[in-house]
Nanobody, 125 residues
Framework: VQLQASGGGLVQAGGSLTLSCTTS??????????MGWYRRAPGKQRELVASITSGGSTNYADSVKGRFTISRDNAKRMVYLQMNSLTPEDTAVYYCNAEVTNYNVVGEIEAGRYWGQGTLVTVSS
């Protein structure tokens, strides 16, 4: 299972960015349960930014409530993070995450929690 995140970049404070993450597997995906975005700011531990269940229920860190919106497209196996009103405190490497159950190439069922490679978001003041 591979997750590929994209959409990071440099933006001025007050600006917006949208992150995207796609899920792929060698085999067939049975289902994708919770998906989410985490971030690790310089000198800090990784923290949950937002998560979304397969049914669309969402959860946000207090620091991003009202500014960030997580969404998913189950048909495309993608999760998105719309980030508005960005501040320098949002500067971090953002990682997508997904709980995936799938058939592997030999037909065995696998289940696990997988991470994307991270995409850097830099917000200038």
């Amino acid at each position: 299972v591979q997750l590929q995140a994209s959409g990071g970049g440099l933006v001025q404070a007050g600006g917006s960015l949208t992150l995207s993450c796609t899920t792929s597997v060698n085999g067939n995906i049975i289902r994708i349960d919770d998906m989410g975005w985490y971030r690790r700011a310089p000198g800090k531990q990784r923290e949950l930014v937002a998560s979304i269940t397969s049914g669309g229920s969402t959860n946000y860190a207090d620091s991003v409530k009202g500014r960030f919106t997580i969404s998913r497209d189950n048909a495309k196996r993608m999760v998105y993070l719309q980030m508005n009103s960005l501040t320098p405190e949002d500067t971090a490497v953002y990682y997508c995450n997904a709980e995936v159950t799938n058939y592997n190439v030999v037909g065995e069922i696998e289940a696990g929690r997988y991470w994307g490679q991270g995409t850097l978001v830099t917000v200038s003041s």
